[in-house]
């Protein structure tokens, strides 16, 4: 198999990840419930990896990193933690569901939501975010790069503006993360949103957010945390406070591993091939007869190809890339229903090509030819 769906989940980890997540299986157990040598084991890895992720989105306070289950919880958990029915939020057209979802939800209790539209290759107009802001603005949320058409936004920009107007901004770094420098005191991020899973190269099942000094967040949920046990409510000594039940030690060792790869391979040079196999891709598709391909390819980007060639269904685009050419790639409207609208395929969809430095130039050739075949074929039955 040829895989090319790496913006769902990186599938080739590192052997330093599989590894640690077998060893942890065999020797970690609970951590925070007990001094036994296996919960200390535990509470070592974790608190590690807190350290670690702090240390590469220098927030600053590993205290402040808190695991989640992927950047859906995690974005659920900020969204809804922060605002309340009696503010206003501002948010793009770019964003993926686990962020309009939660935003949806409050809009239904009487939260006020502003949405800054974008043109049908992701394009959108930063003066846009400051025309929006009204007396009772909490919060800007976006974000990094779109799943879709993967533009990248500047976060700097957008955290200055949210600076300026004391509002709270939350990222949504989903693609991101593990791939792009990301600065939380450079960038004014209050809240980071992160996925173990992507581009961070670690096991499923991990993600967190990063919460600046001073910044309450509402939990999700609330529990058990090891300590307090008579406390009719959950600690506030962060990062318990987010972090109710047990959390997923085994794949947290295993991000610990990611972590120290990325280090080790750094993530310029992760970048950098992703770029050039994307690039590869994308110039050897672009002047097939009838294609249109998504996003701005001028700027800084996500290793993400999303196109149509005429009117063909992207799923049977898609099902024909996997069983005739055993190629992975994700048809259909990829949970960004706001993006679609503007690009015109709510109908239609959009083929997603999403690359990793794991994939190699044979490979990228090889899905070249097949989308070349696949649109030649249905222009010959046309």
Not at 142 to 159: Q, R
């Amino acid at each position: 198999m040829i895989y090319l769906d790496n913006a769902a989940t990186t599938i080739k980890k590192p052997q330093c990840v599989i590894d640690a997540v077998v060893l942890a299986m065999t020797h970690m157990g609970n951590a925070g419930r007990g001094a036994t040598t296996a919960s200390l084991d535990a509470s070592r890895v974790i608190y590690d990896t807190r350290e670690k992720i702090s240390d590469l989105f220098n927030l600053q306070n590993p205290s402040r990193v808190a695991f989640t289950s992927n950047s859906t919880e995690s974005l659920n958990t900020a969204i809804k933690g922060v605002l309340t029915n009696k503010d206003h939020a501002i948010t793009t057209a770019l964003e993926h569901n686990s962020v309009l979802r939660p935003l949806y939800e409050l809009q239904e209790e009487g939260m006020d939501l502003s949405i800054v539209d974008c043109d049908e290759n992701g394009n959108l107009d930063y003066n846009d975010f400051e025309k929006l802001i009204k007396d009772n603005t909490k919060a800007i949320i976006c974000t990094h790069a779109s799943n879709l058409v993967g533009n990248v936004l500047d976060l700097k920009k957008i955290g200055s503006i949210a600076k300026k107007y004391n509002l709270i901004f939350i990222v949504d770094s989903s693609q991101s993360a593990g791939v792009f420098e990301i600065d939380m005191q450079d960038m004014n991020i209050d809240i980071l949103c992160f996925t173990g899973h992507k581009g961070l190269l670690g096991p499923q099942g991990t993600g967190g957010l990063c919460v600046r000094e001073g910044i309450y967040v509402k939990p999700l949920k609330v529990g058990g945390s090891g300590v307090n046990t008579f406390s009719k409510t959950q600690p506030v000594e962060m990062p318990t406070h987010l972090e109710a039940g047990t959390l997923n030690g085994h794949a947290i060792a295993g991000l610990n591993a990611a972590l120290d790869y990325l280090k080790q391979e750094g993530i310029d040079n992760i970048r950098r091939r992703e770029e050039e196999l994307m690039f590869r891709f994308y110039n050897g598709i672009k002047d097939i007869k009838n294609i249109k391909i998504f996003g701005n390819f001028e700027n800084k980007r996500a290793a993400i190809v999303a196109f149509n060639v005429g009117n063909i269904d992207s799923a049977l685009f898609s099902d024909e890339l996997s069983f005739v050419y055993d190629i992975s790639t994700r048809p259909g409207a990829h949970c960004a229903p706001l993006m679609h609208k503007a690009m015109n395929t709510v109908e239609q969809g959009a083929v997603r090509f999403s690359f990793s430095h794991y994939n190699t130039e044979e490979e990228i050739d090889t899905a070249i030819k097949a989308v070349k075949e696949i649109a030649e074929s249905y222009q010959d039955q046309a």
